[in-house]
């Protein structure tokens, strides 16, 4: 607002005239004309609060007005200054070790652009809406105060600079990575992420043990939870919990002897454990060993996360490109996980998805078909993925990058020795950035397409050409095909299938008549696909899992209602088992419809493809689960006795829980055409049927193998007995001593 005195009007003056009247400062009609009047009532004003007496209303004058009630109107000639999309923040780009490496100091402090929140919602701690960062450290009994990022020198410095000894920058470090990494996956998934709720089990009147759970607004972080060598996901507590420990190496070429090592200053430590929170969230039951790839994929997709968040900054890639001289398939840090960890127990990084140096020379490894048979330690076997997916990264980048070093070269294709020139690591950075980009929203993204139980490596590579053929029908740069080549070199494939063409790796369409346009549950999805699509793109996190809860349960009641009509039909016209089998089921998603089941999980997905091609889906998990038992005649019997009578499924009595399901993914456009079938694909593992009994059997051959006493049998018989409380703090703990984390 400007200043006001006599001899001015205006509308300015007007609520000036205006405020004085309501003030019993009577001016007389406020007709916005600054006279004698109004210039009277102004001073007598001044007079009243002890201002000086002049007839101006300044700025003093204007303050003391505003605690009074004043509003200042907006003043035309400002610009109003909105807040800015992002936060930056600073942070290691890999561990506090490369920064006293005279040749990697330079690229090791990175800016992260984090999606801004104001300060109301951002508090001490940091505390925001997705996290909550607590800073106890239960072994020195200390808590340390927490940072306030909103502080004006914070703001106006990028935050913190990385320290190793401040531990508010260690608040600092894992609220910023975890945050861009939550961003890269709502980028991919096309809605905001949801935590695992808060799960218990109660028990009714009647002995029933009934599954119970809460909304969990933030993931809480624990910088200095542990004093061991270990960080890990909880997902008992909703929780990351990051250890420091004393360096074990001796040799003062890779760490201080003795020398503290925090994992919560590691960028790849934070980003692979937020993965697991992040994953847990969509996959609650992917932390269940149900066959050995089950806990090797939350691994290695934690791994694969936290590899191709390297690329996202320019400097680290310009610096890495331009001293490999352009080739990304030699030793460089971008493949590298956690380095200082490693080293500070050993001489090497603790993860490489190109090669290793365990022997004191870096060497290559090759694609070895037959590991995919033998190999079972949950991080090891997951390598076996990270390498057939950073394969097709090289791959897509020398493909996209051929042309520039033809042109570089003069046709030759072969760039000569020396460093390579600064204009062609920029081009080879931004091919390498792009590759990168694509490849890990396509892991992210694919995650929609996985059966809900019992995923194996080759349902992801199902899951990942589908998922990326839907958003991106031509695939005209050919990373399909460099992505099913790198998982057959590394001998990963699907089960049933013919062959690995594009078109046979595809899911199967859904033909089952359930879901035919004029069902009863597609007429609910109809009614609420607004509530599932608009409103949980836009409501606060809680209200979207509230409603998405509630539509779960008015969707697990027309299931029912339309599974029990359609088996008395069946009945009826002496169809009930058109298979030709006692467990085959009306509905080709091979689950039981006399069964209990759940509707695990409902979440909307909106993406925009490169084309600005739009496809709002809806994906809807169900599930269920019979007895299972390590004695085949001890099975048959139970399966007996459960084909009796199905609603008295036995609660004790058996070894396991083999669970089976289904993925749906809907389109939520076609449900506003009457005549539309609306789910185009049904991922599922069967619970009854020979496919079912497949899976049956290698499930129950998986759990009681000990026959080696090889560390996964080990490990998986400490999770039976632990009934997986907390799964990744025992993973993390037994592969660390086999140089895993």
């Known amino acids: 607002m400007r200043v006001l005195k006599r001899g001015q009007s205006g509308k300015d003056v007007k609520i000036w005239q205006k405020f004085l009247n309501d003030n019993n400062f009577p001016v007389g009609e406020d007709d916005g004309w600054f006279g004698k009047k109004t210039d009277e009532a102004t001073k007598r004003f001044q007079a009243e609060h002890k201002l000086f007496i002049d007839g101006i209303v300044g700025p003093e004058t204007l303050q003391k007005a505003k605690a009074l009630g004043f509003v200042l109107p907006k003043d035309r000639n400002v610009i109003p200054i909105d807040h800015p999309p992002f936060r930056r923040l600073r942070a290691y780009a890999f561990d506090p070790s490369l920064s006293i490496e005279l040749e990697n100091a330079v690229i090791n402090q990175v800016t992260l652009q984090v999606l801004w929140e104001d300060g109301d919602q951002l508090r001490l701690g940091p505390i925001g809406e997705y996290v909550e960062v607590i800073d106890i450290d239960p072994a020195s009994q200390c808590f340390y105060a927490p940072v306030d990022l909103n502080q004006p020198y914070m703001l106006a410095q990028d935050g913190l600079a990385p320290s190793e000894g401040n531990p508010q920058f260690h608040q600092q470090m894992v609220y910023g990575v975890a945050m861009t990494t939550i961003q890269n996956f709502e980028r991919a998934l ?31 972080i624990y910088p200095h939870a542990l004093r061991e060598a270990n960080a890990y996901y909880s997902p008992r507590q909703i929780a990351l919990l990051f250890g420091y420990f004393p360096a074990t190496t001796t040799d003062p070429r890779f760490h201080l002897p003795g020398g503290t090592v925090f994992t919560c200053l590691s960028h790849d430590i934070i980003a692979h454990e937020t993965t697991h929170a992040l994953l847990d969230g969509i996959h609650r039951r ?39 001289s352009g080739d990304l398939s030699t030793e ?17 990084a603790l993860r490489d998805a190109l090669g290793d140096d365990k022997n004191g020379e870096w060497t290559r490894s090759e694609p070895e078909p037959a590991k995919m048979q033998t190999v079972t330690e949950p991080h090891e076997r997951g390598s076996l993925l990270v390498a057939a997916i950073f394969d097709a990264f090289v791959s897509m980048y020398k493909t996209r990058t051929a042309d520039l070093l033809r042109i570089a070269t003069r046709g030759t294709g072969v760039l000569p020795g020396g460093r390579i020139h600064p204009d062609l690591v920029n081009r080879l950075a931004d091919e390498a950035a792009a590759v990168a980009q694509h490849l890990l929203m396509m892991c992210i993204r694919a995650l929609d397409y996985c059966p809900p139980v019992d995923l194996n490596f080759g349902d992801y590579l199902r899951a990942l050409i589908t998922a ?17 080549e790198a998982f057959r070199q590394r001998g990963i494939f699907p089960h049933n299938v ?22 009863g549950v597609v007429n609910l999805l109809k009614e609420k696909r607004d509530a599932l699509t608009q409103r949980t793109l836009t409501s606060a996190r809680e209200d979207t899992y509230i409603t998405l809860r509630d ?50 999980s409902i979440r909307p997905a909106y993406r925009v493809g490169p084309d600005d091609n739009m496809r709002l889906d809806l994906v809807i998990e169900i599930t269920q689960w019979r007895p299972g038992c390590f004695d085949r005649a001890a099975q048959d019997t139970l399966d007996e006795k459960l084909a009796k009578n199905k609603c008295d499924r036995p609660e004790t009595g058996f070894d396991f829980k083999f669970r089976g399901g289904c993925t749906l993914l809907v389109d939520a456009d076609c449900l506003v055409d009457t005549d539309c079938f609306p789910v185009r694909y049904e991922i599922f593992k069967p619970i009854w049927g020979d496919a ?30 632990n009934k997986l409380g907390e799964p990744f703090r025992l993973l993390h703990r037994m592969a660390s001593e086999e140089e895993f984390v």
């Open 551 to 600: 539509i779960r349960v008015q969707l697990h009641d027309k299931l029912r209602e339309e599974w029990q009509n359609r088996a008395a039909v069946f009945k009826n016209t002496a169809k009930i088992y058109p298979l030709g089998s006692p467990h085959d089921t009306p509905l080709a998603a091979g689950l039981d419809p006399d069964l209990p089941f759940e509707v695990h």
């Open 498 to 519: 013919r062959s690995l063409g594009i078109d046979t790796l595809l899911w199967n369409k859904s033909d089952s008549a359930l879901w035919r346009a004029k069902s």
């Open 332 to 348: 460089t840090l971008l493949a590298q996980l956690a380095q200082q960890f490693g080293k500070a127990s050993s001489s090497h």
């Open 692 to 721: 079912a009994d497949e899976r049956l059997q290698r499930q129950r051959q998986f759990l009681t193998d000990t026959t080696d006493g090889s560390l996964s049998a080990t490990y998986f018989g400490t999770l039976a007995q």
């Open 286 to 324: 992917y932390d269940e060993p149900t066959n050995v790839d089950m806990l090797a994929f939350h691994e290695a997709f934690a791994d694969i996360v936290a590899l191709f968040q390297h690329f996202s900054y320019p400097e680290v890639l310009r610096h890495q490109i331009a001293k490999a």
């Open 190 to 220: 096309g809605r905001k992420v949801l935590w695992a709720p808060h799960r218990w089990i109660e028990t009714d009147e009647h002995g029933k043990q009934i599954e119970c759970e809460e909304y969990m607004q933030r993931l809480r």
């Open 468 to 484: 990326d053929s839907d958003l991106v029908p031509d695939d005209t740069s050919g990373y399909r095909i460099a992505v099913i």
